[in-house]
């Protein structure tokens, strides 16, 4: 199974910040990237699939880069409303997997 | 609008056979190039994706529960369900169903249905 490993597993930020979340493929995936943003108590939303495409009506804030095994995603003004936990998912081979989540919380 | 809303037991008993069911609105279960899929979030750990299905019956299967689990579709109800036969503690987790594109992310999820099991 290819292993996903984000980084940094939580982390403390204020409003108006420049925040990226790093995720590693233990093989190379291509660009086989995705990632969601997740609320307690609501349904987990995608915020960008094949690494760098945003997915529709997601604010351009929220930026993705990487291909191979390193991937970054970018948010670069925090909202409050963008505090959640975002992780990422490798749609490249069966088992699709996922990283552990990275928390982000209000500094 | 698609959206998805799990159903199922809320506790079931080991070595039990657990059984879920997503019903989805705003889409229907046989729009070409989508598949339906479960994903699965045990207390305090990462995402684990189950299977996925097509209408036209095409399955995929996470090889280490593959043994254990069915995942099936009605059309009739516009609805996809999950069997997980011989459950254990391990089981227990937050069960979300979520429709899946031909480049195999989630691109609508539901808020998930808690499963607990218990001896």
């Known amino acids: 199974d290819i292993q996903m490993t984000q980084s940094p597993s939580s982390l403390s930020a204020s409003v108006g910040d420049r925040v990226s979340i790093s995720c590693r493929a233990s093989?190379?995936?291509?660009?086989?990237l995705n990632w969601y943003q997740h609320k307690p108590g609501r349904a987990p939303k995608l915020l960008i699939f094949?690494?760098?495409t945003l997915q529709s009506g997601v604010p351009a804030r929220f930026t993705g880069s990487g291909s191979g095994t390193d991937f970054t995603l970018t948010i670069s003004s925090l909202q409050p409303e963008d505090f959640a936990t975002y992780f990422c998912?490798?749609?490249?081979?069966?088992?699709?997997?996922f990283g552990q989540g990275t928390k982000l919380e209000i500094k | 609008q698609v959206q998805l809303q799990e159903s199922g037991p809320g506790l079931a008993k080991s070595s039990e056979t657990l059984s879920l069911t997503c019903s989805v609105s705003g889409a229907s279960v046989t729009t070409r190039n989508y598949f339906w899929g479960w994903i699965r979030q045990p207390p305090g750990r990462g995402l684990e994706w189950i299977a996925n299905?097509?209408?036209?019956?095409?399955?995929q299967y996470n090889p280490s529960l593959k043994s254990r689990v069915t995942i099936s579709m009605d059309t009739s109800k516009n609805q996809f369900s999950l069997i997980l036969s011989s459950v254990t503690a391990a089981d227990t987790a937050l069960y979300y169903c979520?429709?899946?594109?031909?480049?195999?992310?989630?691109?609508?999820w539901g808020q998930g249905a808690l499963v607990t099991v218990s001896s």
């Open positions: 094949a690494a760098s």
């Open positions: 299905i097509y209408y036209g019956g095409t399955t």
């Open positions: 979520a429709r899946v594109t031909s480049a195999w992310y989630f691109d609508y």
């Open positions: 093989q190379s995936i291509g660009t086989y």
């Open positions: 998912q490798q749609s490249h081979m069966i088992p699709y997997t």
